[in-house]
């Protein structure tokens, strides 16, 4: 079993900047393909961005692509979600998720395992 502890939220500002983290337990996160999704009051989670387990193949949602950056360190069983240029539509409560699979995916239900999630406020 994986266990998923995110980090790094908090309240900023319009075009602020955020680092997210997800640490990991186990000993094979090489394993694991990693994905960050989101979830607003009232909305479904969507997809934000996925990582494949060497962090080479990365994925990004369109509404997030040139502002965020999602990486891993393998050593550090940590997969990150660099945010940057933050906007109010932003807000939401972050999650990561594993799945034991070579790459990721923007499909939720693919994910084996969630962490509790990191909430993220922006200010206009």
């Known amino acids: 079993q994986v266990q998923l502890v995110e980090s790094g939220g908090g309240l900023v500002q319009a075009g602020d900047s955020l680092r997210l983290s997800c640490a990991a337990s186990g000993r094979t996160f090489t394993n694991y393909a990693m994905g960050w999704f989101r979830q607003a009051p009232g909305k479904e989670r969507e997809f934000v961005a996925a990582i494949s387990g060497s962090g080479v193949t990365k994925y990004y949602a369109e509404s997030v692509k040139g502002r965020f950056t999602i990486s891993r360190d393998n050593a550090k069983n940590t997969v990150f979600l660099q945010m940057n240029s933050l906007k109010p539509e932003d807000t939401a409560v972050y999650y990561c998720?594993?799945?034991?699979?070579?790459?990721?995916?923007?499909?939720?239900?693919?994910?084996?395992?969630w962490g509790r999630g990191t909430q993220v406020t922006v200010s206009s």
């Open positions: 998720g594993s799945r034991m699979a070579m790459s990721g995916s923007s499909s939720s239900t693919r994910y084996d395992y």
